[in-house]
Structures are given as C-alpha cells and as structure tokens.
C-alpha cells in the first residue's frame, strides 16, 4: 500500500531563519503532492502543490521540492514567523486517484 | 464561501451511544471525504465519495461505522454503539480537481 513518512517529528527555529521539512514516500507512482498546514483545534490548510511532472514550485515564502529518483518532498519556508508555527503534513495522492494518504506530520516551533 | 462545515465541533458522549457528525461540503465540489485524525495514526481516510456513491470504505474501521451522503450539499458519519476508542478528531473534506479543502473538524470524546 502506500505510506508517506516524515524524517523529523520536530523542529524549532529562530525566526527570521529559513525553514525545511522533510518528508518521503514510497509509492513510485504518486503523481500529485500536497503541503498542509495545521494549527491547533483548525483542519488542515492547503500550503503548496506540486505535480510529479515538476521538481520545484514555489509560493509566497514557501518553495516545495520534489525528487521523484529518491521519493522525497520538502518544504522550505523563508524568513520563519511566530505564525508559522504548526504542525506541517504532506499528502500524495496515486495516479489515477483522488484520495490523499497523509504523513504523519512535523510540529515546527518559531522561536522568537 | 464559508468553506467545508463540521457540526458540531465537540461532542461528548457515553460508551454504548449513537454520535452523528454531519458535513456540508463546498458547492461544486465532486467529491467528499471523512478522515480521522488521532496521535497514534495521524490522518486516517475513513471514505470517500464521488457524487454522493460511496467509492472506497476500506478505511472504516468496523460495522459500527457507517457514512451516508443523500445529497451533494450534505453528509454524515455515524458510529453507533460509540466507544472510547473512537475518540479522535474527525475531519471532512471535500475537493474539485486538484483541491482539497477541509473542514474544522468534530473533536469526539466517548467516555
């Protein structure tokens, strides 16, 4: 089946620094990725979007990488704010699908 | 748009109850989808639909759990009898395409 797993269930950083977080997945035949953004007693918030056709895309702040050889996604995010702070999934959806498995999730932590 | 909508957004409930958590998805969207979400598993797809027929159930935990959608503009998940193991937050989602946008969530307490 598919799985979608994250390197590092935590992270903190300063604000004003640069943030990345990493996630990998093991289905070769995912073709749509998605970066969600939780806080605290919300759903999860649409971050970012890539499709496996691209290996960058980037958003106000936020740039999502893909690397299909290695299955791997990250996040990064520029110039980290106290608002930034959440917990971050990232979800793959199959070919041909329309369901989203999710990773399990990283909590980031801005320090101001 | 007022987006996906969750009622109620906490509910509290004896083991052995019936607990309905309702869904209204965003208008025009095709396609509706319930997740649970718990420390031990993380977001959890439980089903989904596609223009009101449900398409995959293969999440749903067992019989006690049952999911109906009689419109597109409205649907529910039901777990009857409750138990406390079923406490978690459940989110519905609903997309069109390429977007996927959840709801708030109901956070379920079975004691």
């Known amino acids: 089946g598919e799985s979608v797993g994250l390197h590092l269930p935590t992270l903190s950083v300063q604000e004003g620094d640069n943030s990345i977080i990493n996630c990998a997945y093991s289905?070769?035949?995912?073709?749509?990725f998605i970066w969600y953004k939780q806080e605290s007693g919300k759903g999860p918030q649409f971050i970012i979007d890539i499709r496996s056709n691209m290996d960058k895309r980037q958003g106000q702040r936020v740039t999502v990488l893909l690397n299909k050889t290695v299955k791997h996604l990250s996040l990064q995010i520029a110039a980290t704010q106290p608002g930034d702070s959440a917990v971050y999934f990232c979800a793959e959806r199959g070919t041909g699908a329309n369901n989203l498995f999710f990773g399990t999730g990283t909590r980031l932590t801005v320090i101001p | 748009d007022a987006g996906v909508i969750q009622s109620p957004r906490h509910e509290v409930t004896e083991m052995g109850q019936e607990v309905t958590l309702r869904c209204k998805p965003i208008?025009?969207?095709?396609?509706l989808f319930w997740y649970r979400q718990t420390m031990m598993r993380g977001l959890e797809l439980l089903i989904y639909?596609?223009?009101?027929?449900?398409i995959d159930d293969s999440g749903m935990p067992e019989d006690r759990f049952s999911a109906k959608m009689p419109n597109a503009s409205f649907s529910t998940l039901k777990i009857q009898p409750s138990e406390p193991r079923d406490s978690a937050v459940y989110f519905c989602a609903s997309s069109w395409g390429n977007g996927y946008t959840f709801g708030s969530g109901t956070r379920l307490t079975v004691v």
């Open positions: 289905n070769s035949a995912s073709d749509y």
């Open positions: 208008s025009g969207h095709d396609y």
């Open positions: 639909f596609n223009n009101n027929v449900p």
